[in-house]
């Protein structure tokens, strides 16, 4: 036929694309890019997955009937396709808006040189609207009204107009910290198949000053694979994710979280399906409402919020800096060579498998980042590269907008800064740390008490909208003169001197 089909390597579902071009059998294209691969020196395991997933992915739509093509490019995703619609002129394509920026740019061109040959269809791996709530997206247009009527519309966890069990959220339930004996049930690793060790090998030979480790690589590559995994969650981690969605144990990077993000950011697992498969286990009594309703506000709540903020806020929001830091992101993000146990235990799992969990992206990596005044732009490109589940729209909104208040409080309502008790009460690093905690000044104290309170008073402005918080500015206050300066005295010295 004439028609061809590009699929991009985070749009690996079939179930979205329209049934009518589906039926017309098109020619599938896929396209491995070199360009994308290197513009940032992505996690060794991110690329093994991206590629893997993509050609596991072409080979089974070619089980499934489709003619495939599958190009190779040193350019951009455009370039190859460029070349190709120039070499066969009778062939027309339809592509699905990409949903990272850069892309999209590269295809509004191919548009431009070849006109009605090519057709763009929207977006159809998220739930919400996005003509619909883009204007929203302004100064005070919080997670919460944007998620209740998520709710309302999908009709998820509600009966008669209402939310189930009376309330929107069961917070009150969640964030405990974790019992001493608890036993995580262990993801199973799924064993690399023959396709990704070649991709491996591929990694390791051409690409092998990129960020992370490559020793073990235990993620699903299949659509089939990643279902059982989501499976696997629903039955044996969900109903205690409420209570120890927000703790941190050493050594154990996914506790009791759901590690899909992986899978629901290139398309293998579909956002609708995840929430109703969460909500069928709450039918069952396999869950409490407040795990499920926790797991569903992440996805149909956060991600979502996240995606539209990305689309009302892109380009500008690229280069917000509102407290204006111009630090460089210390050597310890690279090498995990600190003696600070928090931070060591987050980026050693971040290199071993391109991941952890929330609380340590918000708490402590951008945490400390941010009260060591780090350009969050540079924060940024790390989030970027150094996560399997990392795409622009997804990581630049969670880091600029939440995590360091870059855009100056559009996303989040305040900077999420905290001292290091806030860490001590959710995790068993503090014990085992070269740190005391209950310190608040001195060489022995932990860097983040004192770098809290000199982050607080610093940027008082940005604590006063939020009488919570505001809270901690009139703590501050009230210490005594001696303890202010050596607080300044500690903090400035402490930044001065990271490297
Ligand atoms: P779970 O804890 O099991 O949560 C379930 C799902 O909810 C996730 O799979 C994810 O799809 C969704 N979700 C939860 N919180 C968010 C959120 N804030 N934004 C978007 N989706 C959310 N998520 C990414 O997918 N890619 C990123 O690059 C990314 N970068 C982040 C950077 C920072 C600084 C912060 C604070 C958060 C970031 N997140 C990112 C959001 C969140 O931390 C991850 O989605 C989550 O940790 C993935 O692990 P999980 O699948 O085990 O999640």
Same mark, same amino acid.
């Given at each position: 036929g004439n028609r061809a089909l590009f699929i991009l390597h985070d749009q690996l579902n079939l179930a979205v694309f329209p049934r009518e071009l589906l039926d017309c059998k098109p020619i599938l294209i896929f396209v491995e890019s070199l360009a994308y691969a290197i513009a940032i020196p992505h996690h060794k395991q991110k690329l093994v997955y991206m590629l893997s997933a993509q050609r596991h992915f072409a080979i089974s739509c070619h089980q499934k009937g489709f003619s495939i093509v599958s190009l190779f490019t040193e350019g951009a995703y455009a370039d190859a396709l460029e070349e190709f619609l120039t070499r066969y002129p009778h062939i027309e394509l339809t592509y699905m808006q990409p949903s990272e920026w850069n892309t999209r740019s590269?295809?509004?061109?191919?548009?431009?040189?070849?006109?009605k040959r090519i057709k763009a269809l929207p977006n159809q791996f998220f739930i919400a609207d996005i003509e619909k709530f883009k204007p929203k997206i302004k100064k005070g247009y919080r997670l919460e009204t944007f998620y209740r009527e998520l709710r309302k519309q999908t009709g998820y966890l509600m009966q008669e107009g209402k939310p189930i069990g009376g309330n929107w959220n069961y917070d009150k339930e969640n964030r405990k910290a974790l019992p001493k004996q608890i036993i &995580?049930?262990?993801i199973p690793e799924i064993k690399p198949d023959l396709i990704t060790q070649e991709v491996i090998a591929l990694v390791q030979k051409y690409l092998p000053h990129t960020f992370g480790k490559l020793d073990k690589f235990i993620y699903a590559v299949t659509r089939d694979r990643a279902l059982e995994l989501a499976q696997l969650f629903v039955e044996t981690r969900l109903s205690r994710f409420g209570a120890y969605e927000d703790a941190i144990k050493v050594g154990e990077p996914f506790l009791f979280h759901s590690v899909l993000s992986i899978y629901l950011n290139n398309g293998l697992l579909l956002p609708r399906e995840i929430c109703e498969m969460a909500i069928a286990a709450y039918e069952k009594e396999l869950a409490p409402l407040n795990s499920v309703e926790g797991f569903v506000r992440q996805i149909l709540g956060w991600r979502e919020y996240i995606r539209v903020y990305y689309e009302a806020k892109m380009p500008d929001v690229r280069e917000s800096n509102y407290f204006g830091f111009d630090n460089n992101l210390p050597q310890l993000y690279w090498d995990a060579n600190t003696d600070l146990l928090c931070l060591k235990d987050a980026i050693t799992q &971040?290199?071993?498998?391109?991941y952890s969990h929330h609380i340590q992206r918000l708490m402590v990596l951008s945490n400390f980042s941010n009260l060591v005044n780090t350009d969050p732009r /540079?924060?940024? /490109?790390?989030?970027?590269? #150094?996560? &399997?589940? #990392?795409y622009e729209w997804v990581e630049l909104p969670n880091v600029l907008g939440m995590s360091t208040f870059a855009d100056g409080g559009i996303l989040a309502s305040k900077p999420y800064v905290s001292a290091g008790n806030y860490i001590n009460k959710m995790s068993n690093c503090c014990a085992q740390c070269k740190y005391n905690v209950k310190e608040k000044t001195g060489e022995t104290a932990c860097p983040f008490n004192y770098l809290y309170w000199h982050f607080v008073d610093k940027h008082r402005e940005s604590f006063t909208d939020n009488g919570r918080v505001s809270l901690m500015v009139n703590a501050y206050d009230k210490k005594t003169e001696n303890e202010k300066q050596e607080i300044h005295l500690f903090a400035t010295k402490f930044i001065n001197e990271i490297k």
């Open positions: 590269q295809m509004a061109k191919l548009a431009n040189i070849f006109g &995580v049930p262990e &971040v290199l071993n498998y391109g /540079h924060l940024n /490109h790390w989030f970027w590269l #150094a996560y &399997v589940d #990392a």
